[in-house]
């Protein structure tokens, strides 16, 4: 019997990769157009990259939040 199926985390690729050191890097809020900028990648492609950190890779978001509210 198989177990049920679970969120598994994904591999990040070199778009999340930039994201997240953007986002490490800045002490405030940042637009997409903001992150795009940064990262010089279309705002699309930010978008589907923000929603697989977001879903996919939770435990890693929560350990980057813990990282910056403490």
Same mark, same amino acid.
Do not use: H
């Given at each position: +019997? %198989? !177990?049920?199926? @679970?969120? !598994? #985390? /994904?591999?990040?690729? /070199?778009? =999340?990769?930039?994201? +997240? =050191?953007?986002? #490490?890097?800045?002490? /405030?809020?940042?637009?997409? %157009?903001? *992150?795009?900028? @940064?990262?010089?990648?279309?705002?699309?492609?930010?978008?589907? !990259?923000?929603?697989?950190?977001? *879903?996919?890779?939770?435990?890693?978001?929560?350990? +980057?939040?813990? %990282?910056?509210?403490?």
């Amino acid at each position: +019997m %198989q !177990s049920p199926k @679970r969120k !598994s #985390q /994904k591999a990040l690729n /070199k778009i =999340d990769l930039k994201i +997240m =050191d953007v986002l #490490q890097k800045e002490t /405030k809020a940042l637009t997409l %157009q903001e *992150i795009a900028t @940064r990262t010089g990648e279309a705002p699309q492609k930010i978008i589907k !990259s923000l929603w697989k950190l977001f *879903i996919c890779n939770e435990k890693l978001i929560n350990e +980057m939040l813990l %990282q910056i509210y403490l």
